[in-house]
């Protein structure tokens, strides 16, 4: 059988613990990762969003725009004529 001191039982104790302490601490990186992960996919889905509005709002803007000069030279035609 092999002779073991009591000292190189506790380093091998030491080291076992550390082991085990280190393996928490990467779960608790990974984890907290996934959370950041999860946090940036609600920023880019209300970042599309944002984009998806203010796309449409330019159109809505921009149509009005468009009549509204379309009018204006209607009417500048229009009274022309007369």
Excluded at 10 to 26: A, F, P, Y
Excluded at 50 to 71: F, G, I, N, P, R
């Amino acid at each position: 059988m092999i002779k073991v001191e009591k000292f190189e039982l506790q380093e091998i104790l030491n080291t076992l613990n550390l082991r085990k302490e280190g393996r928490k601490l990467h779960e608790q990186i990974n984890e907290r990762f996934n959370r950041l992960g999860k946090k940036f996919d609600g920023f880019k889905v209300e970042l599309m969003e944002t984009q998806e509005t203010a796309d449409y709002l330019s159109s809505k803007v921009l149509q009005h725009e468009k009549s509204s000069a379309t009018y204006k030279v209607t009417k500048l035609i229009i009274s022309n004529k007369t």
